[in-house]
T-cell receptor, first 114, second 114 residues
Framework: AQSVTQLGSHVSVSEGALVLLRCNYSSSVPPYLFWYVQYPNQGLQLLLKYTSAATLVKGINGFEAEFKKSETSFHLTKPSAHMSDAAEYFCAVIHSGGYQKVTFGTGTKLQVIP | DGGITQSPKYLFRKEGQNVTLSCEQNLNHDAMYWYRQDPGQGLRLIYYSQIVNDFQKGDIAEGYSVSREKKESFPLTVTSAQKNPTAFYLC?????????????FGEGSRLTVL
């Protein structure tokens, strides 16, 4: 069964610093992977998705993620953090087998320090 | 604008009461989902429905019930059998089809049991 593990429930970075949020996946078949962002008391919004077309995926708000099969990773990065990036980020994988079941990681809260 | 509307945003319930959370979408999506979110646990799937008049239990269905009488609507009832109902509830939808994957979320409903 597919699953994702997010390393670090809380990450703090200074404004302008590199953002790196880690996600490792476990899948017996080529996975479809996603990153979502959630602002306080709101729903989730898709940042980007990997569907095997390209290993480097660019998303909204300057975020990108690279699929590395050898490391079973799909880490999220942004070169320069903004205060508005403070939110919770979820990595997710879709299950194969005919229906759209998505499994989420436990989330990483990003704090941006001015 | 197309989207998913959840109501109410905040709800308080006394122990022993059933409550129903509303979820309506105008995206013409076939599949709809209910997730429960607790701090540090990510999102857990309660129920999902791929077509009208059909739905399946997710990972934590006990104490919950749903209906899918219309394509646009997927209400969730939290029954008195749910032992720990205080949580943030998220409704989502997606197009069906092979691995489309992207979930569209509502703004969520926060239920507190007094």
């Amino acid at each position: 069964a597919q699953s994702v593990t997010q390393l670090g429930s809380h990450v703090s970075v200074s404004e302008g610093a590199l953002v790196l949020l880690r996600c490792n996946y476990s899948s017996s078949v080529p996975p479809y992977l996603f990153w979502y962002v959630q602002y306080p008391n709101q729903g989730l919004q898709l940042l980007l998705k990997y569907t095997s077309a390209a290993t480097l995926v660019k998303g909204i708000n300057g975020f990108e993620a690279e699929f590395k099969k050898s490391e079973t990773s799909f880490h999220l990065t942004k070169p320069s953090a903004h205060m508005s990036d403070a939110a919770e980020y979820f990595c997710a994988v879709i299950h194969s087998g005919g229906y759209q079941k998505v499994t989420f990681g436990t989330g990483t809260k990003l704090q941006v320090i001015p | 604008d197309g989207g998913i509307t959840q109501s109410p945003k905040y709800l308080f319930r006394k122990e022993g009461q059933n409550v129903t959370l509303s979820c309506e979408q105008n995206l013409n999506h076939d599949a709809m989902y209910w997730y429960r979110q607790d701090p540090g646990q990510g999102l857990r799937l309660i129920y999902y429905s791929q077509i009208v008049n059909d739905f399946q239990k997710g990972d934590i269905a006990e104490g919950y019930s749903v209906s899918r009488e219309k394509k646009e609507s997927f209400p969730l009832t939290v029954t008195s059998a749910q032992k720990n109902p205080t949580a943030f509830y998220l409704c989502a939808s997606t197009r069906t089809g092979p691995n489309t994957g992207e979930l569209f979320f509502g703004e969520g409903s926060r239920l507190t049991v007094l």
